[in-house]
């Protein structure tokens, strides 16, 4: 038995000696110290990388409701918070993790119109094409009047025209926005797609407010009916941000489809850039995304030869709706890293970049669901979610030559905006999207940080207050590098975190772009991290090799490595002239969505179908310009 009582008596004892003292100082007594002892109190700079999609579409956009999706935003919201939801096919989806942040992007053209006609309200029966097109619905063939709408729409003609069926879907498009968003945990932020294609060549933006309910409630959405001059859209925006004192911003889509269109070097009109213009591109497109399921928009293999890795997801054989082949010239003004080439001579010319801009990703579903992974694609629109014969699907079909065609198997699985801020809000998020601290992927998490300067050394890559050293010293990615000290080259300390679902990491490598001496611009690509080997040069000492087994649709992480980090310092450095640097990290090879298609169904693919692929993540770049 345990004598608890004269165990206490004891302790007690030993625990009040006579002599015994009042340890305790009071509050009183303390000073204020000049310096907080918590070293984390001041810091302000953002510590977290949020991933999201700014591209998401649901049945309110006419091109999908009308063409039989019916999924609204309510079942975008609930997947995207992590939910699961039953797709439009019947199948159970659920990301493997919520998203951080999501714009449910409808197209505003005829925005929800498709709901109306669904449910016959008497606002979308009072013109003959609105009775038409829901009888279509009612006899089950709606297909025919996406293709009517499609054609109007084309011509910039609205059969519809009823303002207050838009006023009140701009109000729902808040009212939904606004119901599902939870600061600080999930982010929504009110927007909506402005649709131009003159031509069919793709000029779409995303248009982006950072604003609540009180501000956009005063503005209805500009769309391409309205215009499909990116001026006027320009003009929109400013009238917007003087009118309700808010902020917006407009994210150009992946240029590959625009034919020339997206980056070139005249205005809407023909005329040559001004410096006004300049400046108003580079205001309100402060970010570009390259990356999405209708290709990959960083770099092309006929523009940067010397690439190994510029074939990544290519689409290039036409316009949006295959109606007019691709000409080789187009390629300069359709790809982000040739773009960011052409800014930096229109900035000599001018005095101001239009084309500086970060660079994301997102996944422009038309399914509510904004699936990237290889495993859980649920593909870009719902007749294009898994199945036994969406290996053979056309996407969009051209009606002058099927090699112009867009087949579901071009498709890829992408992409994620991820931007580096305080706290997951909407304005930190936005800021993070204004300020270029952002970066792409092209559909895993994998987290990739840079900061550029004049005094870093290369073992401060493993310092634990890697990202406070970088602020206070140099500046991160979608910054300005200021000229440094006479004589010295921009260093740079880089590191880079594989998804924690997913693939090692096989390399770290940084393209920089520059303007020559005679003007001409220049690129070069560094290897400066190889996981698992050395670099020798300029470049990894051999391949990472792959651990894919097709059939099985798997791999092992026994290749590449988890974190890479790496310091790299300019070698060819010229202060005098204007240059760029961004980061590109490249997974090891793992199964793409097709493999994972074959094995669950038990199909083989057609022989040239891609059956693996290394899913990537780039930054916004980081630009030098001589004092």
């Excluded at 949020?50 to 956009?61: C, E, I, P, Q, R």
């Excluded at 990703?361 to 014969?389: C, L, M, Q």
Aim: negative net charge.
């Amino acid at each position: 038995m345990r004598h608890t009582l004269g165990t206490l008596s004891i302790l007690a004892t030993i625990a009040t000696p006579a002599a015994a003292q009042d340890v305790h100082v009071p509050k009183s007594d303390y000073a204020a110290p000049e310096a907080s002892y918590s070293p984390y109190v001041d810091d302000h700079y953002p510590q977290d990388a949020y991933f999201g999609d700014t591209h998401l579409h649901t049945s309110w956009s006419a091109d999908a409701g009308l063409a039989g999706a019916t999924l609204g935003p309510e079942s975008a919201y609930r997947v995207a918070r992590g939910e699961e939801i039953e797709s439009q096919t019947g199948q159970r989806f659920k990301l493997i993790r919520p998203l951080d942040f999501v714009a449910v992007a409808d197209h505003a053209e005829n925005i929800g119109i498709a709901d109306y006609l669904m449910r016959g309200d008497p606002l979308a029966l009072g013109t003959e094409a609105g009775k038409r097109w829901h009888e279509y619905f009612q006899a089950g063939t709606g297909i025919d009047a996406a293709y009517e709408w499609s054609a109007a729409n084309a011509k910039g003609e609205d059969p519809i025209d009823n303002p207050e069926i838009d006023s009140r879907v701009w109000d729902q498009v808040i009212d939904n926005a606004e119901r599902f968003y939870e600061p600080g945990v999930f982010t929504t932020f009110i927007g909506y797609e402005w649709t131009s294609g003159p031509g069919s060549n793709n000029l779409h933006r995303n248009i982006i407010f950072r604003d609540n309910a009180d501000r956009t409630r005063r503005v209805g959405p500009f769309s391409a009916l309205d215009s499909d001059n990116p001026e006027d859209l320009w003009e929109y925006l400013a009238a917007y941000e003087e009118t309700t004192g808010g902020r917006v911003l407009a994210i150009p889509h992946n240029g590959n489809l625009s034919n020339g269109m997206m980056f070139m070097l005249e205005t809407f009109d023909g005329e040559p850039f001004d410096t006004a213009y300049a400046e108003t591109r580079q205001r309100f497109e402060r970010v570009v995304e390259v990356t999405q399921p209708k290709g990959t928009g960083e770099a092309h293999p006929l523009l940067s030869p010397d690439d190994a890795f510029a074939d990544f997801e290519i689409m290039d054989s036409s316009n949006l709706t295959g109606t007019v082949p691709k000409e080789p010239g187009m390629l300069k003004t359709e790809y982000a890293r040739e773009a960011l080439k052409l800014g930096l001579e229109e900035e000599a010319r001018l005095g101001t970049n239009p084309f500086k801009f970060g660079m994301i990703g997102s996944t422009d579903s038309h399914n509510a669901i904004p699936s990237t992974r290889e495993e859980n694609w649920f593909g870009k629109i719902y007749f294009v979610e898994p199945s036994e014969h969406r290996k053979d699907g056309i996407f969009i079909e051209s009606a002058v030559d099927p090699r112009y065609s867009i087949y579901d198997i071009d498709l890829g699985a992408s992409g994620l905006a991820a931007a580096w801020a305080t706290e997951n809000t909407r304005e930190a998020i936005w800021d993070a999207f204004a300020r270029r601290e952002v970066f792409a992927t092209t559909g895993t998490r994998l987290r990739v940080r840079v900061f550029a300067g004049w005094d870093f050394e290369e073992p401060e890559v493993q310092r634990p207050d890697f990202a406070a050293q970088g602020y206070a010293r140099g500046v991160p990615m979608g910054g300005d590098l200021r000229p440094g000290p006479e004589g010295a080259a921009p260093k740079f300390m880089v590191r880079a975190l594989r998804d924690p679902d997913g693939a090692n990491l096989d390399l770290v490598q940084i393209i920089k772009g520059w303007l020559d001496a005679e003007g001409n611009t220049q690129e070069k690509i560094w290897d400066i991290a190889c996981g698992g080997r050395e670099v020798v040069g300029e470049a990894c000492e051999s391949e990472v090799g792959s651990t894919v087994d097709i059939p099985d649709a798997s791999y092992t992480n026994d290749i590449g490595q988890a974190v890479l980090g790496a310091y790299w310092e300019d070698p060819e450095f010229d202060p005098a002239r204007k240059a760029f640097y961004y980061i590109r990290v490249i997974e090891i090879p793992t199964p793409r969505w097709t493999a994972y298609d074959a094995k669950y169904f038990g199909i083989e693919m057609p022989d040239d179908a891609p059956t693996a692929v290394q899913d990537r993540a780039y930054s916004s770049p980081i630009w030098y310009t001589p004092g």
